[in-house]
């Protein structure tokens, strides 16, 4: 097979084979097309599209793809000579993104994915063949979109101890949320305007439950912190339950609604990491960030707070990230992908998240009837939990009525397994909603 001719007057270009041409795909070849100059003067030489590969060859993807190899046959970019860079931008963990990218890899071509979840499950041993091989294995699009938050800290923040990271880490999830605040949307509405974007995952659960945010921050929690990537000590919950009182008492009570993706280190209890969704004070720049804008906040014990902000999902913004990816590889930058050789990084042990301590907003929609209130006094005081405040707000209708309560510091396990007992007896008519309030 042999795409590219060569030219003795031009600098060798760097050639890419791009895998996936669907909103990702089709962001990296118009960007690739509308800053080709640039492009190449800053990378140094030009980066030529070589081949194309996606499902089905005959669907219009609304871009004039008539000048381009398509390939048929995955396997065979991977071996070809005539490819420098494979670009992983099919998505899913396992399967062919999978096949793909160890074939690249093992044949010694550069790797560039925006596939996060790919990176969590398998980016230890995707790491080691890169390093055995000594090609780059790159993924800035996998974390906040367009934001160059993984250059920042493997780069630019790397002589620094990092305590914590966190942020918001799902555009589709920020959107909804977002929807649902400024112009009372209903979550399935939320929902399928954030997929008419193109923000969401080909399987949406994996945004609304929380699932894609987790991904994005084991890889952030082993960058940050030195850890051999653990996505299943991630604990997760997503957005699925809240209801739009949710927003609103919120609101009351001072704060707005986020996902938000957690990592901390503690000497003693070891690293923790979570997703969920959390009351954020509402003058904390996260509660600022709207739409499918995403940010990561990270305390480094020279560099102090930094906080990263930007397009978290989309055509343009990923394609962003990904092709700064491949200005690197054409200067030759690169390292180990996760900072540090796969063997420099420790196992740390993983923290209980249920055992963390703070306050919590706890939502019941319950039976407006006597004893309903003794009953849910009752239940958090025999868990041990203390209230701080309760708010029942008018006349339950058929629907029932919305409780909120707001309690004292407590672990989080404790309130949790309280409001799932409430969430059980004959009187509760939606699941319960659970959020830690942030003292950020
Ligand atoms: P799309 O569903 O829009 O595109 C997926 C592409 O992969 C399509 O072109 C599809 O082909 C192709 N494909 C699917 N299965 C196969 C297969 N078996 N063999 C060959 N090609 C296949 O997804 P996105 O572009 O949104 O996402 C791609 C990746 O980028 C995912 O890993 C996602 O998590 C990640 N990402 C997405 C962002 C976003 O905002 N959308 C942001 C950051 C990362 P065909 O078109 O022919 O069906
Ligand atoms: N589905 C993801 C999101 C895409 O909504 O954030 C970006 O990773």
Not at 86 to 93: K, L, P, S, T
Not at 389 to 406: E, K, P, W, Y
Request: charged letters at 20%.
């Amino acid at each position: 097979m042999s795409f590219a001719a060569n030219n003795p007057d031009q600098p060798r270009p760097l050639r890419v084979a791009l895998a996936g041409i669907g909103v990702v795909g089709g962001g990296v070849i118009r960007l690739l097309e509308a800053n080709r100059d640039l492009i190449t003067r800053r990378a140094g030489r030009p980066v030529e599209i070589v081949a194309l590969n996606a499902r089905d060859r005959n669907k219009d993807r609304g871009i004039d793809l008539s000048a381009y190899n398509w390939v048929d046959d995955m396997g065979a970019l991977a071996q070809s000579d005539d490819v420098d860079v494979i670009v992983e931008m099919i998505g899913g963990a396992d399967g062919p993104a999978l096949t793909l990218a160890r074939q690249a890899l093992g044949a010694g071509k550069a790797l560039v994915t925006a596939n996060k979840a790919m990176i969590a499950h398998h980016g230890l041993d995707l790491a080691r063949i890169a390093e055995e091989k000594d090609t780059p294995l790159k993924y800035e699009a996998a974390v906040a979109g367009g934001i160059p938050v993984i250059k920042a800290i493997r780069e630019g923040a790397s002589a620094n101890e990092i305590a914590r990271v966190y942020g918001i880490l799902n555009g589709t999830c920020n959107y909804i949320l977002t929807l649902m605040e400024r112009e009372g949307a209903g979550y399935d509405e939320a929902l399928a305007a954030a997929q008419a974007e193109g923000y969401a995952e080909a399987d949406p659960t994996f945004d609304v439950e929380g699932i894609d945010a987790a991904h994005k921050l084991s890889i952030l929690a082993s960058l940050c912190f030195g850890t051999k990537l653990d996505i299943n000590a991630v604990s997760t919950s997503g957005i699925r339950n809240l209801i739009a009182d949710d927003i609103r008492e919120a609101e009351a009570l001072g704060h707005r609604v986020r996902l938000i993706g957690m990592a901390e280190r503690d000497a003693e209890r070891g690293l923790y990491q979570r997703v969920q969704p959390c009351l954020v004070p509402a003058d904390h720049p996260l509660a600022y960030v709207p739409g499918a804008l995403n940010a990561v906040v990270a305390e480094g014990n020279f560099v102090g707070r930094l906080f990263f902000e930007g397009a978290g999902a989309g055509a343009g913004p990923t394609a962003s990230a990904i092709v700064a990816d491949i200005i690197d590889i054409a200067r030759d930058e690169y390292g180990p992908a996760f900072a540090m050789p796969v063997e420099a990084l420790d196992q740390a042990p993983i923290a209980d998240a249920g055992a963390r301590i703070g306050k919590h907003y706890v939502r019941l929609v319950v039976e407006d009837r006597i004893g309903v209130l003794a009953e849910i006094a009752t239940t958090m005081r025999d868990a041990g939990v203390s209230i701080e405040s309760f708010i029942q707000r008018g006349n339950g209708s058929n629907n029932g009525v919305v409780i909120v309560l707001v309690t004292h510091e407590g672990p989080a396990d404790a309130i949790q397994n309280a409001a799932a007992s409430l969430g059980s007896s004959d009187f509760s008519v939606a699941p319960p909603m659970v959020m830690p309030i942030l003292a950020l």
